[in-house]
C-alpha cells in the first residue's frame, strides 16, 4: 500500500491526511491504527455513517471458473447494505460496488471514488471517480 499515493489522492479532495502519514510512519502500513486513519478520512469523505460490510461475491479464477469469496464493502446509512455507485467508461453504464479483497483495500477505493469536496466543504455532491470494485463486480 503506498502512503503517500494515497495521501496525495485524499488532499486533492480536501481531506486532511496529516494523521494518515504519521500513523504509517510510526506503526506501518497495514497496521491497525492506519486503517482507522484510513476510515476516518473515509468518514470525512462520505459521511459519519461510512462503515464497511463483508460482501459475498464470485471472482473469476485464472482458469476461468468463477469462486465465491467474501470481499469488505463500502457502506453509508443507518443500513449495512453495501453502496452501488453508477459509472460509466468508454464501454457504458453500469452500477459498481466500492469493494476490495482487504479492509485497507476497501478503504483505499472508497476514497478513490469519494465525490470530490468544494473548497467550501459545503457539499458532498459530485461525481464519483470511480474505477474500483475489482473483478466480478459490475452489478
Same mark, same amino acid.
Given at each position: ?12 479532495? =480536501?481531506? %486532511? #491526511? ?6 504509517? @510512519? ?5 497496521? &491497525?491504527?492506519? $486503517? ?27 482458469? =476461468?471458473? %468463477? #469462486? ?6 463500502? @457502506? ?5 447494505? &453495501?453502496?452501488? $455507485? ?54
Amino acid at each position: 500500500m503506498d502512503i503517500a499515493a494515497i495521501s496525495r489522492s485524499a488532499a486533492e479532495r =480536501g481531506l %486532511d #491526511t496529516r494523521t494518515l502519514l504519521d500513523c504509517a @510512519a510510526q506503526f506501518g502500513s497495514d497496521s &491497525p491504527p492506519v $486503517l482507522g486513519c484510513l476510515m476516518a478520512l473515509v468518514r470525512e469523505a462520505w459521511g459519519s455513517t461510512a462503515h464497511l460490510v463483508r460482501l459475498q461475491t464470485n471472482v473469476s479464477t485464472s482458469d =476461468g471458473r %468463477d #469462486t465465491e469469496r467474501c470481499w469488505w464493502a463500502l @457502506a453509508t446509512g443507518l443500513t449495512s447494505e &453495501p453502496l452501488l $455507485l453508477r459509472m460509466e467508461d468508454g464501454y457504458g453504464v453500469y452500477n459498481r460496488y466500492i469493494s476490495g479483497p482487504t479492509e485497507a483495500e476497501a478503504l483505499v477505493c472508497a476514497l478513490e471514488a469519494a465525490p470530490r469536496r468544494r473548497r467550501d466543504h459545503a457539499s458532498r455532491r459530485g461525481q464519483s471517480r470511480g474505477g474500483c470494485g475489482g473483478p466480478g463486480h459490475a452489478v
